[in-house]
Every structure is written in structure tokens, then in C-alpha cells.
């Protein structure tokens, strides 16, 4: 299948500092990736679409002023979490959508733990 | 209620039996649908595409769409300890838009 990366794997921060996380398609080009969070035992919940050079389409509930995502190339989509609070920490995982058939492969996710 | 169900288990089986699991969905508009393994601490992996209603078969893994009942199902073959992992099942209504999961039903698979 293909192949997403995210960039870092894990990622220790203080209390108001910025975080970026990368995602990159590294075999084929994606219009379109999402992003995830994923709390511990529990299911991916989807932030926002991601769009390559448009902007990025939120779901309810999640602030697109803290969750900034640039969707700059058809190979990379980034998502800075800014002004992290502890709150913040969880699993961050993108996806993009590869070919005709829909098909959504994932990136290995980025952990993030904000102390 | 939501859009995608799932038994979230834990689901305990011996190694060699065959699994089944199973998602309902309640948007009819669902086009796709998907089967995810994800383990602890990784990125879910894609096991299973299907469009529109029918079934597929790849190796040990059959994955099932009965789009009149809303039910998708996934029946693992001679499972094995390593596929011990939670499972998640997705929709979509359709291209590039995005998918709803269920909550992943955790499978032990005991050798």
C-alpha cells in the first residue's frame, strides 16, 4: 500500500510552546490528507480535512487557531499544535486519501506529551 | 446515536479460530467502507477496502458489506497471536470526503 510518514514519532514539550508535526506521502502525490487525534483506548476523532492549496476545513469543536494546518505541496501537510497545554497530549495521526477508489492510508502517528 | 457502532470488546479467542467482527452503521449515504488493524501505539494499517455492498477475500481475511441491514463485517481465518490488535471499521459517503470510525474492537488472539 502506499506509504505516509509523520515527522516526529514523539514529542516532549513544555506548557506554551508550539509544536509542528510533519506528514508526508512519500510514494504518491494526496490532494487531500486528515488529521486524527486519538486518545488512549479510544477511536481516531478527526480534526480537519486538509486540502492541498486551500484552506484546511475543520470539524466542530476544534479550534482552527490553535491547530494551524498548511497543506503546502501535494506531498506534505503539517499540523503546529500552538501554545500547547498539557490538554493537548495525545495521539496525533494523518491519513491521505490515495487514488480512484478512496482508499485512506495512515502516517505511524506522533506522540505528543505536553508537561 | 452514532454514526458508526462497534463492539469495543475486549474479544478473547484461541489461536486458529475463526473471527468475526462486526460494525453497524446508520447513514444510509455510506459508499465505502474500510477495515483497519491498528496496534498499540501505531498508526491504524489498512486491511480491507470495499465499495457499495458484496464481499472480498484477500488471504484470511473476508471482509462483508449487506448495505440493506447496514452491517459490515470482517471474519479473520486460522487467526493467529499476531493478530492480536484492535480493529476499526470505517464509511464514507463518498470521494475525498471523510471517514467516520467506530470506536475498534479489541482482539486477543490467545496461542
Known amino acids: 500500500g502506499a506509504v505516509v510518514s509523520q515527522h516526529p514519532s514523539r514529542v516532549i514539550c513544555k506548557s506554551g510552546t508550539s509544536v509542528k508535526i510533519e506528514c508526508r506521502s512519500l510514494d504518491f502525490q494526496a490532494t487531500t490528507m486528515f488529521w486524527y487525534r486519538q486518545f488512549p483506548k479510544q477511536s481516531l476523532m ?11 476545513t475543520y470539524e466542530q469543536g476544534v479550534e482552527k487557531d490553535k491547530f494551524l494546518i ?16 498539557p490538554e ?11 487514488g480512484a477508489n478512496n482508499e485512506q492510508f495512515f502516517g505511524p502517528g506522533t506522540r505528543l506529551t505536553v508537561l | 446515536q452514532k454514526e458508526v457502532e462497534q463492539d469495543p470488546g ?16 446508520s447513514n444510509s449515504a455510506f459508499q465505502y467502507f474500510m477495515w483497519y488493524r491498528q496496534y498499540s501505539r501505531k498508526g491504524p494499517e489498512l486491511l ?40 476499526l471499521c470505517a464509511a464514507s459517503k463518498g470521494y475525498g470526503q471523510n471517514f467516520v470510525f467506530g470506536p475498534g474492537t479489541r482482539l486477543s488472539v490467545l496461542p
Open chain 1, 70 to 85: 498548511n497543506h503546502a505541496s501535494l506531498t506534505l501537510s503539517t499540523l503546529t499544535v500552538t501554545s500547547a497545554h
Open chain 2, 48 to 87: 480491507m477496502y470495499t465499495y457499495s455492498s458484496g464481499n472480498k477475500e484477500d488471504g484470511r481475511f473476508t471482509a462483508q458489506v449487506d448495505k440493506s441491514s447496514k452491517y459490515i463485517s470482517l471474519f479473520i481465518r486460522d487467526s493467529q497471536p499476531s493478530d492480536s490488535a484492535t480493529y
Open chain 2, 10 to 25: 475486549p474479544l478473547s479467542v484461541p489461536e486458529g479460530a475463526i473471527v468475526s467482527l462486526n460494525c453497524t452503521y
Open chain 1, 46 to 56: 478527526l480534526m480537519a480535512t486538509s486540502n492541498e492549496g486551500s484552506k484546511a
Open chain 1, 88 to 98: 493537548d497530549s495525545s495521539f496525533y495521526i494523518c491519513s491521505a486519501l490515495v
